[in-house]
């Protein structure tokens, strides 16, 4: 198959639903780029801490490629805690042999927020010498000789779910406990795959894909809901919607599309099934910073920040609440 | 004695670490611990109580519309709020979607690599060795259906986005029904999903469930633990909620009889929580203490009535009367086969039963004071949602999750959990290589993020009919 330019495949990715072309591109891009370690397929470690483990699930609904490829013929997944074959000690061996093999080589992902400081022992991986290791230390040693990091889900790339209200776990993104290493944040509750999948090749054949303020690929997250939106002219027309079943605008009734930098009305869940607002329901803003405590209460209207009362766009919430990571 | 650790234990929803004392080959205590903890009780607290139901289906990835279904239910309850008929039905196609996904991937993808030699590539290679038993031919055929069974799941969570918007995570549920109508488009489509997931159901699921009971059937004799059950019941089939496809009930001490929900507890004597924690889960609150002395997990151990109760696929089946044959490793793996294939010839009655155009949300309004329960089954268990609204936002909310029953520590009474009960007695001739042990933990289908009748071995076992 013919060399895909960088161009060439970031259009790809900027593809939509079936017409993501990476199942027929992504194979023998990804040998070529990487005729080495583990026969010829990039070496990936897989970390969960504080997640649901929803965006491993959401990892299994990827299409194009279809998953079963990308396991067998795609990436080497050296470590992944829910589709590894070995347990305990065996499991555990994985990691730092991965680490001394392909030290340099192998891609290090981590889904879910890491509990920090003294509460760094709420969430601990394995044992050494008899003690709990603590997720945090797992994410350090293994960053630490990673060709690059992405953090997955909104979990992991801003402390999502675990770091709101109280934060009663010291729950922190990873960018907040790793340093000196090349990352990439990919976010959403949960991810879609297609972001992560198109992120990763990117990553192996060329390099730092172009990031925005918050780390995140521009590709998949350069443009906002609001103005992707279906409902988009609804909301122009002032058409809105009074209850949720109701075809209409869903910005009174809580919708937070003008917060929310991604293509999910254009790429779509599932499949391209479906997604949120075509659901009827409120975009949760679940690709940003402030998700859940910034852009909740999720069913009612969200603040005006727009010079003519209006919402349309918004500043980068990073910027509203709190600055870059 | 030797200790064996086993921690992680993979293939499950989070983060599970067994340990068991092994004596003449014969495991003698365990102990099973949740190594990781976030909160959610105390995210919840301030929040405007409608959004309990997004929040709370980020506990767990795998069954988040349980506990969707159980919050949207607590809010009901909370508001005295009445579903109309096709909000109802929707909630149903919704959750029982997720039902099969949820056990498709734990039989296949789960489970089998427990019992089923895989290529020799990451992820499948370093697993225990030892007892592998399949032939050749059956060997191949499940290594073939654990691919298709991912491509079958990933068209189950399709099924469920045309009416959930998207899963994991999905957003039509809401407090007073669904956020999505019943549109003829929709119901079409997923009907024709589902003809095709109920194709694998009940030529490979069913059958791959077989040869998997026949060739270990051994393991109809081992992991039996309390003997026990408890079902709050699921998929309501009126507007009142008196009927239900799966039913509610206990089952102690080789007696039936219906869910008294006062008698539900929670402990955390050996859990790295305060004494708030223990009592009522309307009352109780969880405040972190990790370190605790004599506390070993960040499960708690919910009791009913003072006794420990196993959740899941066989507890309803048993309450049901639907499959009694035993109470074992396997039994659970054969009960849970059983409901895939009821469930999926119910989702085909209730796209029949939905009126389109029809109402599917109630209006709600948020009372400045309610409690609501809501009660629900997820794949792995009976799931509880407790929550105090006060001042219109949320004072208190508490979840009693599926795996807290069945992998839960030991209480103050020092009575082992459902899990820790099964590993006792569990042969490990190899200590290195501890497969009934992990067998029979995935048995259970364990999700820690939320938090075994008999018969004569090596008779076959093709006894259990869809």
Redesign the interface.
Known sequence: MRNLSRREFLRLCGATGAALGLTHAIKPEILEAFAGP??GRP?IVWL???????????L??S?QP???KV??DVI???????????????????LPAVKKQYAGQYYLIVEGSV?TGD?V???????RD?K?VS?AEWVKTMAADAKAVIAVGTCATFGG??A???N??G?KAVSDVIGGVPLINVPG??IHPDRVLGTLVHAIKYGMPELDHLKRPTVFFGKCVHDLCERRPMFDEGKFAT???EQGCLYKLGCKGPMAYNDCPTR????N????V????PC?ACVEPGF?DHT?????RMPEYGPAGTPSPQPHQGKIIGGDK | MRKIVIDPVTRLEGHLKVEVMAEGGKVVAAEAAGTMYRGFESILAGRDPRDAVYITQRICGVCPVSHATAAAFALDDAFGVQVPTNGRIIRNLILGGNFLQSHIIHFYNLSLPDYVQFPAIAPFTRHYTGDYRLNKETNERLVGNYFKALEIRRKCHEMVALFGGKMPHQVAIIAGGTSMTAQKDKIDAYRKLLAEIAQFVEKEYAEDTRLLANAYSDYFQVGKGPANFLSYGAFPLDDYGRDKLIGAGVYIGGKPAGVDIGKVTEDAAHSWYDKAADGSPDKTATNARYGKAGAYSWVKAPRYGGEVCEVGPLARMWIAGRYTSGVSAMDRIVARTLEAALITKSLANWLDELDPGAPCEAPVEIPYAATGVGLVEAPRGALGHWITVRNHRIERYQAVVPTTWNASPRDAGGKPGALEQALVGLPVPDADNPLAVVRTVHSFDPCLACAVHVITPGKPVGEFKL
């Not at chain 1, 022992?121 to 044992?127: A, P, Q, R, V």
């Open positions: 583990a026969g070496p969960q801490g504080g997640s649901c483990s929803g965006c491993s699930v959401s299994l609904n299409v279809e998953i079963g396991l067998t080497s997944l050296q470590f992944h805690q829910t589709l590894m074959a070995a347990a305990g000690e065996p499991a555990m061996d994985v509990s509460k022992m709420y969430s601990t991986l394995g044992e008899g709990p997720f779910i675990p709101a209200g109280s009663p776990a729950s509750c949960p209850r949720l079943s779509r869940y599932n499949n099934t479906s997604w949120c075509a659901a009827n329901a949760v859940p909740s209460p999720f069913f009612e």
